[in-house]
């Protein structure tokens, strides 16, 4: 897997429209998409821990909770990338308030087990949902 991945947790309505949040605003299509559920995120993390959330892949190198988000914020244009503002605070601060998003994020968003996609064209980037 060479391209960046974003892994996201496929039955999450808050993931589900992140993920369309990062094509709406992304700099170019360099991103892949896959779910955590599908096989590739299965064979791909066999031995790893991870949350249930986001999952940024680049390259070998996994980025898990607000590492991942500020990476994907590089991936982005315009507006959005204000948030890089927040790497100022501590990344386990950071880290607190993520895990308590993530907690919840079923429980007030929802759930669903359809990422509509933004363009037809966008299809090609989903890998093994």
């Known amino acids: 897997m060479n391209l960046p991945t974003l892994f996201f947790d496929g039955d999450c309505a808050f993931c589900n429209g992140s993920v369309l949040f ?4 992304e700099k170019d299509a360099s991103l892949m998409f896959a779910s955590l559920q ?3 995120a299965k064979s791909r ?3 790893v821990e991870l949350p ?3 999952v940024l892949v680049e390259e070998d190198k996994i980025y ?3 590492a991942a988000v ?3 914020l590089d991936y982005l244009k315009g507006w959005p990338r204000m948030f890089i503002f927040f790497k ?6 950071l880290d607190y308030f993520y895990d308590i998003i993530a907690k919840y994020r079923k429980r007030f968003f929802g759930t669903t087990t359809y ?3 933004s363009k037809p064209d966008d299809s090609n980037r989903f890998v093994d949902i």
């Open 115 to 117: 990422c509509g996609l």
């Open 64 to 66: 898990l909770k607000s």
């Open 22 to 25: 990062v094509l709406k605003h």
């Open 38 to 40: 599908s096989d590739l």
């Open 88 to 93: 100022v605070f501590p990344s386990g601060l």
């Open 52 to 54: 249930d959330s986001l």
């Open 45 to 47: 993390f066999r031995d």
């Open 70 to 72: 500020f990476r994907i």
